[in-house]
């Protein structure tokens, strides 16, 4: 039951799935706005936002790391760190505080 409930909700979050997966950002309050730019911005340098944006739907990145709290923040910490990554740590950290969001949502 709570399964099907989380992925009702990931349904509205979420449109499409793979490489055509797109977020409806109608969905996300007014605060995390700001953040969802910079996600936008920064995340979508060296690869697509599908890949992030897959990772929260799902609950699990394609190298197949569990997508909650902790794996949220080692996976970021290692963005931050690759060579050319063009953000500072607090833009991560409003980043990984949208994608916490969604996950909650998502999983709610
Ligand atoms: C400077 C380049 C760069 C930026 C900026 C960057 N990434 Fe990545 N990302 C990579 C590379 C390279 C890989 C593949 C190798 C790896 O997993 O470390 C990757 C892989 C990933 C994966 C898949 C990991 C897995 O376990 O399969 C996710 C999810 C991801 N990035 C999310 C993000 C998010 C979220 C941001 C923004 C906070 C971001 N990336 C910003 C370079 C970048």
Redesign the pocket.
């Known amino acids: 039951m709570l399964g099907a409930a989380g992925s009702s909700m990931a349904a509205q979050i979420f449109a499409g799935s793979g490489r055509d997966i797109s977020l409806d950002a109608s969905v996300i309050p007014a605060y995390l706005k700001p953040n969802l730019e910079l ?1 936008q911005k ?2 979508s ?3 697509g936002l599908d ?2 944006f897959g ?1 929260i739907q799902t609950g699990v ?5 569990p997508f909650e709290k902790s794996g949220i923040q080692s ?2 910490v ?3 760190r ?6 500072t740590t607090a833009e ?1 950290k409003k ?1 990984l505080e949208l ?1 916490n969001w969604l996950r909650e949502e998502i999983t709610k």
């Open positions: 996600m920064k995340c340098l060296c690869h890949l992030s990772s990145t394609p190298s197949g790391v996976l970021g290692r963005m931050l690759k060579p050319g990554s063009d953000m991560l980043i994608i």
